[in-house]
Nanobody, 125 residues
Framework: QVQLVESGGGLVQAGGSLRLSCLAS????????MGWFRQAPGKEREFVAA????????SYGESVKGRFTISRDNAKNTVALQMNSLKPEDTAVYYC??????????????????WGQGTQVTVSS
């Protein structure tokens, strides 16, 4: 199994920045990609970003393109999400997850098998 621990969430003013980190452990050699999802009150879980093991392939949700950047450091076994120009609409619990293969849709939460506990991001007006 894979264990994932997110960190870096907090409270920030609109227009500010936060950097989230996901530390992975366990059977990470069987993971083809890592992704970030978020869920706000009253909304379904939303795809944020994904990255494959080499870091050469990345994908972003439409609502965060141009503002968020996903990256990974395989030596440290971490995946980061740099969030800039934050908006109140970005307020949500952010989850890190592992993608099981290369062919399933990155934007679907059904493509991911292991999930972290989530970290709260709150953006004030």
């Amino acid at each position: 199994q894979v264990q994932l621990v997110e960190s870096g969430g907090g409270l920030v003013q609109a227009g500010g920045s936060l950097r989230l980190s996901c530390l992975a452990s366990g059977r990470t050699f069987s993971t083809y990609a890592m992704g970030w999802f978020r869920q706000a009150p009253g909304k379904e879980r939303e795809f944020v970003a994904a990255i494959n093991w080499s870091g050469l392939w990345k994908s972003y949700g439409e609502s965060v393109k141009g503002r968020f950047t996903i990256s990974r450091d395989n030596a440290k076994n971490t995946v980061a999400l740099q969030m800039n120009s934050l908006k109140p609409e970005d307020t949500a619990v952010y989850y890190c997850a592992t993608k099981r293969d290369t062919y399933s849709a990155a934007s679907s939460d059904l493509s991911y098998d292991y999930w972290g506990q989530g970290t709260q991001v709150t953006v004030s007006s």
